[in-house]
């Protein structure tokens, strides 16, 4: 199974012989790569609804893996049993509901090891609840797909202060490794808040909130260390 670069990556992070689930498995590509080609012991696709677990089924019938390849229809992290998988992925979901969907499984995260998670959107808020939560961010990734940025990291259960706004952004491993891809991704983000407090300032309710100030502050922090996007920081 060919997965594209986002998927490789999260693939990628998935240790040998571990237990998965693939929560959110939509087609099932990641989670019929993990068993037929990554090495895993178990695979487990589950799907919050019936559609894209009909679509699941009939990608592992075709291959001939849906005996070694369960799939369970089932919001969040509810069709799995404690102790049933020591790995999780979550791929392709808001960072927001990827959060609140580890935040409803306290059961199955007891016996979780490892946490590998693509959020589409606020990685942030994502990033943030794992270090308030009694999990620590050991690997971060970015790839490339159709022209759009994503962001993959991997969260071991341990206690580790949480980091600066700015780093939350950014992503604390991306800025210590900057791997190739960082520029852009530090660049695509001092922008992203340049926008948000462009159209703040465009209302004087907005541009006195407290909304207003960190974000204002949190784009400084960026240009500090980074550079203005367009002059960056010798690395």
């Known amino acids: 199974m060919h997965l594209d670069h986002r998927l490789s990556e999260v693939a990628a992070l998935v240790p040998r012989h571990a ?5 959110g498995t939509d087609h099932a590509y990641l989670a019929m790569a993990l068993i037929e080609s990554c090495g895993a012991a178990v695979v487990i696709a589950t799907d919050k609804n019936e559609g894209p677990c ?3 089924r009939h990608t592992l019938l ?4 849906l005996e070694r390849v369960p799939v369970r ?10 102790g049933e998988v020591d790995t999780i992925c979550i791929a392709g979901m808001g960072g927001g509901l990827i959060a609140s969907i580890l935040a409803a499984g306290e059961n199955v995260l007891a016996g979780v090891s490892l946490l590998v998670l693509q959020p589409m959107n606020d990685a942030a808020i994502l990033r943030r609840w794992l270090y308030e939560n009694g999990w620590r961010i050991v690997e971060e990734r970015l790839a490339v797909e159709d022209g759009r940025l994503y962001e993959i990291m991997a969260a071991k259960p341990g206690t ?9 952004t950014l992503g604390p491993v991306l800025w210590k490794k900057r791997p190739p891809l960082f520029r852009c991704h530090a660049k695509a983000q001092m922008a992203r ?25 949190e784009l400084l922090a960026m240009e500090r260390h980074c550079g203005d996007g367009e002059e960056q920081i010798s690395w």
């Not at 237990?19 to 929560?23: E, I, N, T």
């Not at 075709?62 to 893996?65: P, R, V």
């Open 19 to 23: 237990k998965v689930a693939d929560v």
């Open 54 to 56: 009909a679509a699941a």
């Open 62 to 65: 075709t291959a001939g893996l």
């Open 73 to 82: 229809c089932g919001d969040g992290l509810a069709p799995l049993a404690a």
């Open 160 to 168: 580790e202060e949480t980091p600066e706004p700015w780093l939350l």
């Open 193 to 217: 808040l340049r926008r948000i407090l462009h159209g703040m300032e465009q209302s004087i309710v907005a541009r006195e909130s407290e909304a207003y100030r960190e974000a204002a502050a």
